[in-house]
């Protein structure tokens, strides 16, 4: 499968983007599927995980309460809705998805990876 994410921007603080993570080449409800992030300097780490039917969600600790991810199966599509953003959240996107049912926090069990999309939250 190939994914396509989109929806990076500049945002103030307090502001909120809609990244979007388009899926082509197989069908999209196979895999189970996730959000990570890296920041300059850093290593990627995960953000936000679904399960391939969309009933499960797992966030990291670090954005829970104010991110949501969520799927269209039928658009074969995956979403991540950013709210209350403050700079540590300044970071480069990326979607991925793995074969299975259900998500992982860990980088290493995606197989399939989008290109990044960018976020930059000012102060």
């Known amino acids: 499968v190939q994914l396509q994410a989109s929806g990076g921007g500049l945002v103030q603080a307090g502001g909120f983007l809609r990244l979007s993570c388009a899926a082509s080449g197989r069908t999209f409800s196979s895999y189970a599927a996730g959000w990570f992030r890296q920041a300059p300097g850093k290593e990627r780490e995960f953000v936000a995980g679904?399960?391939?039917?969309?009933?499960?969600?797992y966030y990291a600790d670090s954005v829970k309460g104010r991110f949501t991810i969520s799927r269209d199966n039928a658009k074969n599509a995956m979403y991540l809705q950013l709210n209350s953003l403050i700079p540590e959240d300044t970071a480069v996107y990326y979607c991925a998805a793995r074969g299975g049912s259900y998500y992982s926090a860990r980088s290493r069990d995606y197989d399939y990876w989008g290109q990044g999309t960018k976020v930059t939250v000012s102060s």
């Open positions: 679904i399960s391939w039917s969309g009933g499960m969600t």
